[in-house]
């Protein structure tokens, strides 16, 4: 069954080429012209991907992404026009899980919603039904459910699989090209960028005192870590 993609855009000559280019690589694709509309669209369709631009009369992208976060963790994909690092970082930090700058090509664009499609999907891992620990922290990968000092966590695929990627390898310092590859992909081995905000956002919502982490920790000039503790159960 194909992938369905709402496209969130108030150009309609935009939205023609994008569901054109779309609908060639075989997704299924919904068009809406503000975000008030793709809010709701989002929560009576349920489509497998967001595209969302910022810049939109009735509701501004980043609002309507708001609204969508509180009901739903659809991937979702910003479309900027402006490309200045404030608009990414803005997107990234209210749960993004990617960027586009216009004017972008279909290659790129077609590129990213495959990668981040990719990542929605949980990584399958070994040992089903075990419950991995690390301090307050508990991952359990059958469920694929995240909990914190005893409360249940809910974070995005993209998120998710980069917590996985330190679950894996406790103990080793993984550098951020390593992660970008392992967990966004080739394409994205020089964004640091977007690494720096995931991983922001995984100490809020992970750590008792996120500016003094202790589930993933920075090695200056290195990398990140999940130390090994002392006493783990």
């Not at 089903?128 to 469920?143: N, T, Y």
């Not at 992660?179 to 394409?187: A, D, I, M, N």
């Amino acid at each position: 069954m194909p992938e369905t993609i709402l496209v969130v855009d108030d150009e309609p000559r935009f939205l023609r080429l994008v569901e054109a280019n779309l609908s060639t690589e075989g997704f299924t694709v919904l068009t809406s012209p503000n975000g008030q509309d793709a809010v709701k669209r989002v929560a009576d369709e349920a489509p497998d991907l967001v595209l969302l631009d910022v810049m939109m009369p009735v509701l501004d992208g980043f609002s309507a992404l708001d609204r969508i976060r509180e009901f739903s963790m659809v991937p979702v994909i910003m479309l900027t026009a402006k490309g200045e690092e404030a608009d990414r970082v803005e997107g990234l930090n209210r749960g993004a899980d990617d960027y586009v700058v216009k004017p972008f090509s279909a290659q790129e664009l077609v590129a990213r919603v495959r990668a981040v499609l990719r990542r929605a999907h949980p990584e399958e891992t070994t040992g089903q039904g075990s419950v991995f620990k690390h301090g307050d922290l508990e991952i359990d990968f059958a469920s694929a459910e995240v909990r914190a000092a005893g409360r249940q966590v809910f974070l995005s695929a993209t998120e998710y699989r980069l917590l996985l990627q330190f679950a894996h390898h406790i103990g080793v310092t993984l550098t951020a090209e390593t992660l970008l590859k392992s967990v966004w992909g080739e394409e994205y081995a020089g964004d640091k960028e977007i690494l720096w905000v995931c991983i922001s956002r995984l100490r809020q919502k992970l750590e008792e005192n996120p500016k003094r982490p202790g589930h993933i920790v920075t090695r200056s000039g290195m990398g990140y870590t999940m130390p090994v503790l002392e006493a783990r159960n």
